[in-house]
C-alpha cells in the first residue's frame, strides 16, 4: 500500500499489480485497498490483465499516458486470433524498441484496429470448347474480369466492353429488390 502510493503507476501497471497480487492469493478487499479502488474498477483491472498477454504488456511497456479506455479496447480486439497476430509482429519490428512507451502502445493499438480484408474471391471460367478463359476475383469492394483468349476468339473481350450498357440495363431489370 505504502509503495503504490509513493509512485504513480500507468493503468496497465495496476493491472498487472491486481492480477499478480489476485494469483498470490490475496483477497479483492486487500487488492482494492493497495490500489485505493473499488470493485467495479478492480474488475477491470483484473480482465484488462488477463485480457492482454504479460509479453505484449512486456514488450508495450508502462504507457503512462494510456487510460483504461485505450487498455479495454487492445484486450477487446486481440480476443481475435488474427488482431493478437498483428499485434505481436507490430513489436518484433526493429525499430519498435527504439520507440517510447506511448508510442509503442500506439502502434499495437493502430495494428489491433486495422479491419480485416476479406478474402478474395477467385475462380475461373472457360466455357465448352471456347479458347477464352476469365479469371474473376472479386475482394467485396472491387470485382476484376481478366480475359486470356486464343486467336479464334481474339475479339471476345471488345464484344463484351461494346455490350456492358446492355449487360448492366439486363442485370438491373432482372435483379431482386434488396429485402428490409
Known sequence: IENTARKDLSYIERAVFALSLETHGFGRDLIMQALSTDKTELSKL??????????????????PSMGRRRWMDIAEKITDSKALEAARNAT??????????????????AEVSKKPQREQIIREWRPNG?????????TGRAYTLSLRTAEADEGFGAYLTERLDDLYADWQANRKPKQE
Not at 492482454?52 to 508495450?60: E, N, Q, R, T, W
Not at 519490428?93 to 499495437?108: C, H, K, N, T, Y
Not at 471456347?130 to 472479386?138: F, P, T
Open 46 to 63: 483484473l480482465s484488462v490483465a488477463r485480457g492482454i498477454p504479460g509479453s505484449l504488456v512486456k514488450a508495450i511497456g508502462a504507457a
Open 92 to 109: 518484433h519490428r526493429p525499430e519498435f524498441e527504439a520507440l517510447g512507451s506511448d508510442e509503442r502502445f500506439m502502434i499495437v493499438l
Open 130 to 138: 471456347g479458347k477464352v478463359a476469365a479469371k474473376i476475383k472479386d
